[in-house]
């Protein structure tokens, strides 16, 4: 039907890794794969197998679970998107801002969990949450950047912050030149 692999982490892993909940519900244990660093697993990339058909209007949702919080969905798979990389964006232990909960309510899982269903197509968010989510964490590093390389010019008058008219332009240099000697300084920003 599908299998995973987490870059750089693993070899192939079908189906058969998983426990199978129901028809529609696979879960894998983290704590098996990885023990407690789960959360040092970044990315799965899911794939559906050549001989596996998902009608049109389905798709298998991803979701992870930190222990003690519900699951979160991060992307899925369909007919027309047989394969993607989906960011596990790991919530904080405890944390309780998801909705889907594959155990039973009252009981708190005792390790991560990355959970697959089938599911309506429609009945899904965005297919590219994950691609969001990145593109939101880009943007909030590189105002950071921006705000601290401004703070360490800035005056005050009253209450407002001053600084130099060409601030923008002397901070774009700087993070271009950096980005060209340092390959990996962009990639800081994109985690």
């Not at 023990?35 to 990339?45: A, K, L, N, T, W």
């Not at 979701?63 to 369909?78: D, K, L």
């Not at 390389?149 to 008058?157: A, E, K, L, P, R």
Request: proline share 8%; with cysteine; hydrophobic share 45%.
């Amino acid at each position: 039907m599908f299998g995973v692999v987490f870059p750089n982490r693993s070899f192939p892993l079908d189906i058969s890794t998983f426990t199978q909940i129901d028809t529609f519900h696979w879960v894998l244990d983290m704590n098996h794969f990885v023990g407690e660093e789960y959360d040092s697993i970044r990315e799965v990339c899911i794939f559906l197998l050549n001989n596996f058909t998902l009608p049109p209007d389905k798709a298998l949702a991803v979701y992870i679970q930190s222990p003690g919080s519900p699951f979160s969905f991060c992307g899925a798979v369909t007919v027309s998107r047989p394969s993607a990389v989906l960011s596990l964006p790991w919530p904080e232990p405890g944390s309780n801002d998801s909705q889907l909960q594959l155990t039973a309510p009252d009981v708190s899982p005792l390790s991560a969990k990355i959970g697959v269903s089938v599911e309506d197509l429609a009945a899904l968010p965005s297919l590219d949450v994950a691609a969001e989510r990145k593109i939101e964490r880009l943007a909030l590093k590189v105002g950071e950047n921006l705000f601290n390389f401004m703070q360490s010019f800035c005056g005050v008058d009253g209450s407002k912050l001053v600084v130099p008219m060409d601030i923008l332009d002397r901070w774009f240099k700087k993070f271009q030149e950096r980005a060209k000697r340092d390959p990996e300084y962009l990639k800081g920003f994109a985690l």
